[in-house]
């Protein structure tokens, strides 16, 4: 093998490995929009580029009653602030390109976090 190619193939390798770990980093985040609204609310509020990691409150003020889900990752939302599952709670799965609406008695979103 020549000089040449040993350093091809060597570079070649790096540039592998660093993009194996990047793409396992900590800062990844969502490909997408989520956007969440009240109950007959006209405020929308829409995130894109989540982080995959940790609880994400809703910025809807009195909780989201909607929420469209356009990303690549599935979603669990919360009627807490801070993703905390209630007594009868478990939390709501919204699949990736879906949508969701709460029940008219029920409580509206406050949270939700990201499955990857």
Do not use: Q
Request: with cysteine.
């Amino acid at each position: 093998m020549t000089h040449c190619r040993r350093i091809g193939v060597m570079t070649g390798a790096a540039a592998l490995l660093l993009t194996a770990t990047a793409c396992s980093g900590l800062g990844r985040s969502t490909v997408g929009m989520l956007h969440f609204r009240g109950h007959d609310s006209p405020v929308e509020v829409s995130y894109s580029n989540t982080l995959v990691r940790g609880c994400h409150r809703i910025g809807v003020p009195k909780g989201a009653t909607h929420v469209e889900n356009n990303t690549r990752v599935d979603i669990v939302l919360y009627r807490t602030p801070n993703c905390e599952r209630g007594e009868r709670d478990e939390g709501i799965y919204v699949a990736t390109t879906l949508s969701n609406v709460t029940a008219p008695a029920s409580l509206p979103w406050r949270s939700y976090r990201v499955i990857h």
